[in-house]
């Protein structure tokens, strides 16, 4: 399974310590080097500092062919690499949590989810546990 990331699903799921859950449900995770200089933003919290300087072994960076595509102009960099780079990699799952470039990348016939995905099918599969609080 070919899964490629944007910069957001990465990074909240390293702020909250779930990171590794990634491996477990997509062995591996293709990121755009976008995503990664994203990441690397001097305002990134420090466990985003961390995860960067002791790379896991199951991220796949790799550099995207440019496009002159308009469509994506609206999108940020990280954005519009992870969506060329899903559709070079014909990649089965792309995730990414922004609502312009998920409603791109499903326009283009890319399969997406986003954080909570992420986290709801590791529950699925037991890899966590999820509790629903109800507001009062």
């Known amino acids: 399974m ?4 944007d910069t957001s699903p990465i990074n909240y799921l390293i702020q ?3 990171d590794s859950l ?5 062995q591996r995770v293709v990121l755009p080097r976008a995503v990664i200089q994203e990441l690397d933003h001097s305002a990134s919290p420090i466990s985003v500092k961390h995860w960067l300087s002791s790379f896991p ?5 790799r550099t995207t062919r440019p496009s002159a595509d308009p469509a994506l102009e609206a999108l ?3 954005e519009r690499e992870a969506i060329l780079l899903a ?3 014909h990649a089965d799952l792309l995730l990414i949590d922004e ?5 791109e990348a499903q326009r283009r016939g890319l399969a997406t989810t986003g954080t909570l995905g992420v986290l709801l099918a590791a529950h699925e599969k037991r890899l966590v546990a999820l509790t629903l609080h109800t507001l009062v």
């Open 2 to 5: 070919i899964v490629v990331a």
């Open 16 to 18: 909250i310590g779930c």
């Open 22 to 26: 990634l491996p477990k449900l997509y």
């Open 57 to 61: 072994a199951w991220i796949d960076v």
């Open 76 to 78: 940020d960099l990280g």
């Open 87 to 89: 559709e070079q990699e």
């Open 99 to 103: 609502r312009r470039g998920r409603l």
